[in-house]
């Protein structure tokens, strides 16, 4: 059975840090497109951050610019988004997710596994 599961949320103050990952299980994901995306409170999800099949080429979203980092190590099949510079706009629950194909996409309906979400709450 296919599992994500995402770890490394919690509370920070403004202008911190974290670091998220997502531990894939049931599958090697090493030539997915993978993908973290957020939910804020009376939010739609949004798309973070995606990571093509070949680790190679990344994409994203404007406001994680700059300020977040996707990577993924291949040998422990883990995902991760260091977050840095957060802001209270970055509070959301962030899930992971998993496409069945190399190329990355931002459209949520394109990725066919997702993990249950970890909480970020960025507050002083």
């Known amino acids: 059975q296919v599992q994500l599961d995402e770890s490394g949320g919690g509370a920070v103050q403004p202008g911190g840090s974290l670091r998220l990952s997502c531990a894939a299980s049931g599958r090697t994901f090493g030539t997915y497109a993978m993908a973290w995306f957020r939910q804020a409170p009376g939010k739609d999800r949004e798309f973070v951050a995606v990571?093509?099949?070949?680790?190679?080429?990344?994409f994203y979203s404007e406001y994680a610019k700059g300020r977040f980092t996707i990577s993924r190590d291949i040998a422990k099949n883990t995902m991760y988004l260091q977050m840095s510079s957060l802001n209270a706009e970055d509070t959301a629950v962030y899930y992971c997710a998993a496409r069945s194909h190399w190329a990355y996409s931002p459209w949520a309906q394109h990725y066919d596994f997702w993990g249950q979400g970890t909480q970020v709450t960025v507050s002083s």
């Open positions: 990571m093509a099949g070949n680790s190679i080429r990344t």
